[in-house]
């Protein structure tokens, strides 16, 4: 299998990612409730430029979100995971992997 392609999030990925999270979430792992079937992906707080999408063979393979843990300035330096997911069919393929390291990568760019 080819190595994931990382991209940051664009808005035209609304419904893979929607489509994606939907297929992914589970009472092992959630700490919210389901995604409803009507809801969007990207939200007010957390939108394109807050994701990292992983692509194999031209298709959205997985994605992280990265946000700020607080809003206090005192944490401005700081940049959370706030949400990863990978398709069961890319698992295996190091798509995890390479959004972890493009996650460290960006936050580092972003001063943290």
Known sequence: MPAPHIR?????????????????WSLLHAVSPPPGPDDPFFRPHSGPDDHIVAELDGAVAGYVRLGFPTPLAANAHVRQIRGLAVADAARGAGVGRA???AAVEEARRLGA
């Open 99 to 101: 959004l972890v390291r």
């Open 8 to 24: 940051p999030a664009r808005s035209d990925d609304e419904e893979p990612l929607r489509r994606l999270d939907r297929d992914t």
